[in-house]
């Protein structure tokens, strides 16, 4: 059923075997071919801008007033690649191996060698591009280490970097705007796929400014959409990053993969009040310098700095002595999660039993000099004593993990289509090499590695060997979805209800964070399915909004992606259920080794789950996509 | 906490705005100004009024969505902060508060505090970019730069977009902006090839949208949350001087059509 198209051979070949065998397009014959890409991140934007530089058609579609905006833009730590300029005993294979493990083994081979290959090139471009690394005094570029793996391969630009490699793929797309190979779409939002002869041909889009329903039609789709961590209301996404592109292409027929794996990142900023409407991600290269502690007693009412050496309890430290503070992201939630549970959690001024744990710089100040600290974290300082009013440099920080990524996504092949023809999908919007558990600086080198070297190989592919028959976007099938999208958007409007969209979003997401957050189990995700349909009707039968929509409705906008989320919610929950074994982020209580590490179940459940589509109220039907682990051996990860 | 807030309200580019008092209560000292926002428009929505209509996106004042005048001041004030991340600590119990959009000719007001910023990326379009085609790239460790132009090179890369220099300006000039896009690439070994024509194109570009002329004000600087230094702009001018001097003023890549408009085409 799901055919995986991933070539034979040794790993280390298969992509240029792949490319070999790849059909190609004449460069005269590009532009008659159009290429849809939504999404202006680092995926679409680089996908956009090369096919662009090739030749083709693209029209690129964004929700923002300027690509530039689009929440890649907010990494802040820095970018993976195997370039082993520290001679540490990095390599491809290196890198391939720690993206494997610290993904728990629920990543594809294929995809993830192919991927640690990419990262030496993406280096090297956005380098040319003037993308202004962090440098030595000798004007070689400078690297740092991230959570999970023992070599020093992270790129970085300050606290900067998805910013800075963002405004890289962005100028790229604005000259290729100049040079009138793609078409920028602004403030235009996705409301569905057109399929067409069982071939994604185009996408109905909203004006967000005027309300105006359009279609688009073309050869290929690409969806750069991003993540769905905004199903929880509260995470440290963007306030308008949403699932309704890959939520509506789902329901138009493509599956849709690990759903329920959602990083929760262990350093953000914790919540403060009832009104916070996101969290704040402190990088996690914080970790490098950063000590996690908390007081070893309960109830421990004094100030972090009253409180002396013996009686802290480094936690990390002390359970994961190897990785110390550097452990996966998964790995180091749940141990904040255990402590603050226990009770030794601390708020503002020490107050004990908050739901946060320190992370101290008072050792690295002492070690490296206030002022090379500054240099190194300095913007994240200011982030923090903005935030929080508090000065770092003097009392450690407090951090609490917060829902910052989705590794699940749309189920694509090794070329990222997905199993609607003519649908690819790149970045954090697919479900293809993270596993269960992203590491640090691997989203960046995903996003750029799909949109500059990967997408632009499969996709005139895919128009070499494919023939479609001519369309415009006044086809039956066009007007039809248009139709719906138009009928959809008038019975939000005509609810007439009493709930405001934002108070149905934070219900929905303080279910998910209850029942499918850091840890889960059969009871709370089962009461999760049962409450997640009656708030779904609560919204279609009680919303309320003003407004028309042949206008700017930044509530309706709200609202029509709140309903993907309503039924989204309920598909990750059933994911959640279905996967009765721990790994990386997914953690099910009842799956765990006696010290309370992730426990796999490698017998059942190496396999990606691809969920499809069956109708409204319908459960979704389950498809298996089996993991084999031919490189590197399934064993239980261990970071003591 | 209780505030009165008087907010710009124009239904759209052609409509006639006008300032509208609203009472906000109950607002606690570690909301962001923007969730106070938030609040007013979950109350205006439950009294079946429109609520108000403002840019945001990340709230961590990087994606540079987010901006309007609080009490005259683009972004509010503080130093080295967006308006997303303003905090209501920072205002009095009682205090009126005046919120209106960026004020310039070449950002139109789309509705109430949102403003049509396009001309930036017109700008970018025309020359602020390194043009190297996927595939053409050379070995990274190739091209070294010194430590301290890269440094300088990031100030001026930390430019998020937002238009606050332009809000500032009593002349609505975008040179910070541009020079701070510009100065990024121009300074940088890989940028060297373009220099020239980037800048001719992207000074062009810039008065052709509108924007007025550089008079040394310094709004620009002190308003910037990014804390782009007014440096950049004599930076570009000498850029400009360099580029006329060896190529004159009228070359570069840029496209206009009939009207003098820049075009993307």
């Known amino acids: ?640 | 906490m209780n505030y009165t807030l008087k907010i710009w309200r124009q239904n759209n580019a052609d409509a006639r705005g006008e300032f509208v008092t609203y009472q906000v209560k109950d607002i606690a000292s570690d909301m962001s100004f923007l969730e106070m926002l938030d609040a007013l428009n979950e109350e205006l929505l439950e009294k079946g009024e429109a609520p108000v209509t403002f840019e945001h996106d990340c709230r961590e004042g990087i994606c540079g969505s987010c901006g309007f005048l609080v009490n005259g001041v683009a972004h509010g004030g503080q130093k080295a902060t967006t308006v997303c991340q303003l905090a209501m600590r920072h205002f009095k119990d009682g205090e009126t508060i005046t919120l209106e959009p960026w004020r310039a000719k070449s950002f139109p007001v789309i509705r109430d505090l949102m403003v049509d910023r396009s001309a930036f990326d017109r700008i970018i379009q025309s020359g602020g970019y390194i043009s190297v085609p996927v595939g053409s790239a050379p070995e990274a460790s190739t091209t070294l730069v010194p430590k301290q132009v890269s440094e300088t090179s990031f100030d001026a890369a930390a430019c998020i977009g937002c238009g606050a220099c332009v809000a500032a300006c009593p002349n609505a000039s975008a040179m910070l902006f541009t020079s701070a896009k510009a100065t990024h690439l121009n300074l940088l070994p890989q940028g060297q090839p373009q220099r020239d024509s980037r800048t001719l194109s992207m000074v062009t570009t810039m008065e052709i949208e509108g924007f007025g002329s550089c008079t040394n004000h310094g709004e620009c600087e002190a308003v910037c949350p990014k804390e782009i230094p007014i440096e950049f702009i004599g930076k570009l001018n000498r850029d400009l001087l360099r580029a006329t001097l060896c190529h004159g003023q009228t070359e570069g890549t840029i496209r206009v059509d009939a009207e003098g408009i820049p075009t993307s085409k």
């Open chain 1, 1 to 640: 059923m799901l055919e995986t198209n991933i070539p034979s051979g040794p790993i280390e070949q298969r992509w240029e075997k792949c490319r070999a065998e790849m059909k190609l397009v004449n460069p005269a014959n590009r532009r008659k071919h159009t290429i849809i890409v939504v999404g202006s991140g680092l995926a679409g934007a680089a996908a956009a801008a090369t096919l662009g530089q090739q030749g083709y058609r693209v029209l690129n579609f964004s929700f923002h007033d300027s690509p530039r905006r689009a929440h890649s833009i907010a990494a802040q730590g820095g970018i993976n690649a195997a370039k082993n300029y520290r001679y540490d005993g990095d390599s491809i294979f290196r890198l391939f191996y720690d993206t494997v493990k610290g993904g728990d083994f629920r990543a594809r081979e294929s995809n993830v060698y192919r991927l640690a290959e990419a990262s030496v090139r993406i280096i090297d471009q956005c380098v040319a591009q003037g993308v202004p690394f962090a440098r030595e005094y000798g004007g070689q570029l400078d690297t740092r280490s991230f959570g999970g793996v023992q070599v020093q391969r992270t790129f970085y630009a300050r606290g900067q970097t998805g910013q800075q490699l963002l405004i890289g793929a962005y100028q790229a797309l604005e000259e290729q705007i100049a040079a009138g190979t793609v078409t920028m779409h602004y403030r235009k939002d996705m409301l569905d796929l057109v399929v067409v002869d069982g071939y994604a041909r185009g996408i109905v889009t909203r004006d967000l400014r005027t309300g105006k329903i359009e279609t688009f039609a073309a050869d290929v789709v690409v969806l750069a959409t991003g993540g769905y961590g905004n199903v929880f209301f509260l995470s440290t996404n963007a306030m308008a990053s949403n699932t309704t592109a890959i939520w509506r292409a789902h329901k138009r027929g493509a599956f849709f993969g690990n759903p329920c794996f959602t990083q929760i990142h262990p350093t953000c900023i914790p919540r403060s009040s009832e009104h916070q409407s996101k969290l704040t991600l402190m990088s996690e290269s914080l970790r490098n310098d950063g000590r996690v502690w908390v007081p070893k007693k309960v109830g421990d009412a004094r100030k972090p700095n009253d409180i002396p050496e013996e009686e802290r309890d480094y936690y990390l430290e002390r359970r994961y002595p190897s990785f110390g503070n550097l452990v996966p992201r998964d790995v180091a939630s749940r141990a904040a999660k255990e402590v603050c549970d226990e009770g030794r959690g601390v708020g503002p001024n020490g107050q004990p039993g908050a739901q946060a744990v320190y992370l101290d710089f008072s050792d690295a100040i002492k070690r490296l000099g206030l002022d090379t600290v500054k240099e190194k974290y300095g913007n994240l300082f200011d982030i923090y004593e903005r935030i929080t009013g508090e000065d770092a440099y003097k009392t450690p920080m407090r951090i609490y993990p917060a829902v910052h990524y989705t590794m699940g996504g749309l189920w694509v092949d090794y070329h990222l289509m997905a199993t609607i023809p003519g649908l690819f999908v790149g970045g954090e919007a697919n479900f293809s090499d993270h596993g269960a558990n992203r590491l640090g600086a691997s989203a960046l080198m995903q996003g750029l590695a799909d949109g500059y070297f990967v997408l632009p190989a499969t996709v005139p592919n895919y128009i070499a060997s494919t023939k479609l028959r001519l369309l415009t976007a006044d086809a039956p099938e066009f007007v039809a979805a248009r139709q719906q999208s138009e009928q959809l958007i008038q019975k939000l409007l005509t609810i007439g209800g009493s709930r405001t969209p934002d108070s149905i979003h934070k219900e929905l997401g303080n279910i998910m964070w209850e029942y499918c957050g850091m840890a889960r189990n059969e009871e709370g995700l089962t009461k999760a399915l049962d409450l997640i349909p009656k708030l779904r009707e609560e919204f279609w039968t009680n919303l309320k909004l003003v407004g028309t929509g042949e206008e700017l409705n930044q509530s309706l906008e709200k609202a029509y992606r709140i309903a993907d989320f309503l039924e989204l919610g309920e598909l990750m929950c059933r994911d959640a259920l279905h996967r009765r074994e721990s790994c990386g982020g997914h953690f099910r209580e009842e799956s765990q080794t006696p010290d309370g590490e992730a426990l796999r179940d490698d017998d059942h459940f190496a396999y990606a789950a691809a969920w499809e589509w069956t109708g409204e109220d319908q459960p979704e039907t389950l498809h298996k996509d089996p993991l084999t682990f031919d490189y590197v051996h399934l064993a239980q990860r261990s970071y003591k």
